[in-house]
């Protein structure tokens, strides 16, 4: 895969991962689309999707959590996605550990809060996260060789 074209889909991975942030970071109070109820039952232990939000706490846990997936967005569609696009291995190779760290932080404490099935959209997403930087590479090397 082009440079070029690794930044395109970056970019359209971006600017969907701050849309569904935003969504998250709503859970607590409203879920006009039913995506994070959907969301809930398929990564959850629980059974009350959205409607186990019943706490302070846990609402302002989702602001958080949506706001945290929100700036990785944005950091994926303005910083990486240019780099990739501009051949910059650095930004390439740290947004490669990023969402490295994103994953085993993330997953590891979802299998030790009781919601190991939280695992499974995670490798989804680090799958569409890590696709266009390990393909960007690869097109990148076999043009230098």
Not at 73 to 92: H, T
Not at 106 to 121: E, F, M
Not at 128 to 138: E, I
């Amino acid at each position: 895969m082009s440079p070029t074209t690794a930044a395109r889909a970056m970019r359209i991975i971006g600017a969907f991962s701050i849309i569904t942030a935003v969504l998250f970071a709503l859970a607590g109070v409203t879920d006009f689309t039913g995506m994070n109820d959907m969301f809930f039952n398929l990564a959850s232990s629980g059974s009350q999707g959205v409607a186990g939000l019943t706490t302070p706490e846990s609402k302002l846990a989702m602001a958080i959590a949506g706001g945290v997936f929100g700036g990785l967005g944005a950091m994926y569609l303005f910083i990486s996605a240019p780099g990739v696009e501009q051949g910059n291995e650095l930004i390439r190779r740290g947004s490669i550990y990023v969402f490295l760290t994103w994953f085993v932080i993330d997953s590891s404490a979802s299998v030790a809060s009781g919601n190991a099935t939280n695992v499974i959209p995670n490798l989804v997403f680090l799958a569409f996260y890590m696709a266009p930087l390990l393909l960007a590479k690869q097109a990148g090397a076999a043009v230098n060789a």
